[in-house]
T-cell receptor
Framework: EAGVAQSPRYKIIEKRQSVAFWCNPI?????LYWYQQILGQGPKLLIQ????????DSQLPKDRFSAERLKGVDSTLKIQPAKLEDSAVYLC?????????????????FGPGTRLTVT | DAKTTQPTSMDCAEGRAANLPCNHS???????VYWYRQIHSQGPQYIIH???NNETNEMASLIITEDRKSSTLILPHATLRDTAVYYC??????????????FGQGTTLQVKP
């Protein structure tokens, strides 16, 4: 089974420039997550999609970050304009299901991430 | 979601059992304990989860205390490839939950030859 694919793996941009990241989840996974991981910290959820609808974007800095999942499959995360503090690894994850009654939630499968450096 | 407390770092000799503790004293009755790990330059990887019974799979065992306020992840025979950051996460299960994982700082486990 193919895992979660992300591209590019590395990106270096100057502040105020724009950047976009792409994620292709595991086939059949309805739920897709974008996390931001700053060096030395655990990942932090930015946005969660269920199919092509947004479930949670409470931690997404909406003045500069945007994300879409138009056909309910792959997704893009964009930053415009980038700031120095956006330097981080951006992780995409997917899972089969979310919130099915009182049962355990589906485990999340993570991609390798995109390392962004803003200079 | 309840907060967890883990030691910042631990060492373990190769071939020995690695026991990683986690405190979650404010855990609620409908919260599961999940463990993920993150090997350097990779995305986090699911290990195991449990509610109140002990659990075992091919990767590890999870021991949850009777009062559910703490748990221990056990890697029975640690190898150098188990060197990673291990995250203990408590997570609500239910139709109203979004399923998001709230990661703390985790425990950096260094397995030494």
């Amino acid at each position: 089974e193919a895992g979660v694919a992300q591209s590019p793996r590395y990106k270096i941009i100057e502040k105020r420039q724009s950047v976009a990241f792409w994620c292709n989840p595991i086939s059949g996974h309805a739920t897709l997550y974008w996390y931001q991981q700053i060096l030395g910290q655990g990942p932090k959820l930015l946005i969660q999609f269920q199919n092509n609808g947004v479930v949670d974007d409470s931690q997404l800095p909406k003045d500069r970050f945007s994300a879409e999942r138009l056909k309910g499959v792959d997704s893009t995360l964009k930053i415009q304009p980038a700031k120095l503090e956006d330097s981080a690894v951006y992780l995409c994850a997917s899972s089969l299901m979310v919130g099915s009654g009182w049962g355990a939630l589906g485990e999340q499968y993570f991609g390798p991430g995109t390392r962004l450096t803003v200079t | 979601d309840a907060k967890t407390t883990q030691p910042t770092s631990m060492d373990c000799a190769e071939g020995r059992a690695a026991n990683l503790p986690c405190n979650h004293s404010t855990i609620s009755g409908n919260e599961y304990v999940y463990w993920y790990r993150q090997i350097h330059s990779q995305g986090p990887q699911y290990i195991i989860h449990g509610l109140k019974n002990n659990e075992t799979n091919e990767m590890a065992s999870l021991i949850i205390t009777e009062d559910r306020k703490s748990s221990t992840l056990i890697l029975p025979h640690a190898t150098l490839r188990d060197t990673a950051v291990y995250y203990c996460i408590v997570r609500v299960a239910g139709s109203s939950n979004t399923g998001k994982l709230i990661f703390g700082q985790g425990t950096t486990l260094q397995v030494k030859p």
